[in-house]
């Protein structure tokens, strides 16, 4: 009885938020682009001038180090920047040819605005992630209705209160509020009559949020987990290869959905490389302290699920490197690098999200990229190479959303970058202009500007008009 009650308090609560958006949303749409853009960009002025509190917001809840908190505010506002000053170029009405059958008509499409969006967010980058739909979204015209981690209500809260105080009017508060809870109001959100539901967390909820928005044909975009590879050519600076895997397998406690989570190297360079990452691996360490490398895992439950991938690859007869199960001291989990892991063990097959990295070493750059294709997931993939021409091939033949060269993650910090995933890692766009035309619903309109020569969309339509159009037809599509 109680929980019922529980229940039905959520959904009220959810509910009454979506209502209040639906209201202001009207508004919202009607301050027209410029009126739109001076609200977005004085939210950012805001999340910039108060960097270092948000930051410390952000280190409170999921307790990664400061400096890297105000990392990812930075580049969330960079995104948010970019949203407001290029919604109108984007999605603004414009004019497409009309072509030959329409001649006679003046063709344009508009990008509206879908009226309220509901955005889930995950705890592991509890800015910049959830801002990438956010952002996009108000800059598309829409309202939105924001269900942070339960891990992290305080961020949350606090982007929501800084966008009332800059956007003083009567309904400013309700284009952008959040609304805190565990899965529980995630559910009720979904099912809550939003135009859309931008969801980014683990495939295993991604499936769930898709299944509750299917009872009312709710659209859906799904940023979900990932295992990305990066793959590390004969050729490459291997220094700078090893730096990069570091950085995207151990930063953020590899509590990064697009981070680095498997390495293959080409035999020659394997056992170089190996050693480098494995001195890198030696001298980081997580802690508190403000300069730490990383931070602790931000869930209880995460150090669980790292420590058994690492007791199954070594299981499995895969060599730890560098730490090992005796890694893993929650809060805090040591860099661990394993090697020659056989590719069916959960270190290879599943999202591990911990500073693991597996290092493989393959034949050639064919069998890189084969092993790198064979996850279920597909969200990014890096490559490093001395040679461009490899690296814009094994770029196209990658399955991933996104891809970074000599470098990881590079694609997260360039707004004008889609970002997505393909396979278990999700679906629909964030950041760049199809993150805005995500958030927007097409409009086609035609004008006929004239009657028809040929004129064949009538009820008494002559014959002879239709054997010409058909005439005609023939000679351009038979024939041409
Ligand atoms: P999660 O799936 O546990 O939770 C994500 C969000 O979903 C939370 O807000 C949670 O409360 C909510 N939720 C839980 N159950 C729900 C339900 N039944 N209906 C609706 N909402 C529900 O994920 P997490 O642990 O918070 O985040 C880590 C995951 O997110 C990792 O898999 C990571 O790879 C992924 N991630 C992906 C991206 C991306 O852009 N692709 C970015 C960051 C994180």
Sequence with gaps: MATQTAQVAVETT????????????????????????????????????????????????????????????????????????????????????????????????????????????????????????????????????????????????????????AVPHEHGPAVFQAVTGGGEVGAA????????????????????????????????????????ALIVAADADLDAAARAAAFGGFGNAGQTCAGVERVYVERSAYEPFLAKLGELARGTTPGEEPDARYGRMTTPTQAAIVAAHIDDAIAK??????????????????????????????????????????????????????????SRYGLAASVFTGSRRTAVELASRLRAGAVSVNAVLGFAAVPALPFGGVGDSGFGRIHGADGL????????????RFTAPIDLLRLDRSPAALQRAAKLFHLRHARG
Aim: aromatic residues 6%.
């Design 14 to 165: 959810v509910t009454d938020a979506v209502a209040r958006a639906r209201a202001a949303a009207a508004w919202w749409a009607g301050q027209g682009w410029d009126g739109r853009r001076r609200a977005l960009l004085a939210w950012k002025r805001t999340l910039a001038a108060r960097i270092e509190q948000l930051a410390d917001q952000i280190r409170d809840e999921t307790g990664k180090p400061h400096g890297d908190a105000v990392l990812e505010v930075m580049l969330a506002v960079e995104h948010l920047d970019w949203a407001a000053r290029n919604a109108r170029r984007v999605l603004r009405r414009r004019k497409v040819p009309s072509g030959l059958l329409a001649a006679n008509h003046a063709a344009s499409v508009g990008y509206e605005p879908l009226g309220v969006v509901g955005v889930i967010g995950p705890w592991n980058y509890p800015v910049y992630t959830p801002l990438g739909s956010i952002s996009y979204a108000l800059a598309a015209g829409n309202a939105v209705v924001f269900k942070p981690s339960e891990h992290t209500p305080g961020v949350g809260r606090w982007l929501a209160a800084a966008w009332a105080e």
């Design 189 to 228: 959100l979904c099912r809550a009559g939003v135009d859309k539901l931008a969801f980014t967390g683990s495939t295993a909820t991604g499936r769930k949020v898709m299944a509750a928005c299917a009872e009312t044909l709710t659209p859906v975009v799904v940023e979900a987990g990932g295992k990305d």
């Design 317 to 374: 007869g895969g060599r730890a490197v560098v730490g090992g199960p005796g890694s893993v001291r929650p809060p805090f989990v040591d860099p661990v690098v394993l090697a020659e892991v056989p590719e069916d063990s959960l270190a290879v097959t599943e999202e591990t999200f911990g500073p693991t990295v597996v290092v493989n070493p393959v034949r050639d750059l064919d069998e890189a990229v084969e092993r790198a294709n064979a």
């Design 437 to 448: 035309r995500e958030f927007s619903r097409p409009k086609s309109v035609t004008r006929q």
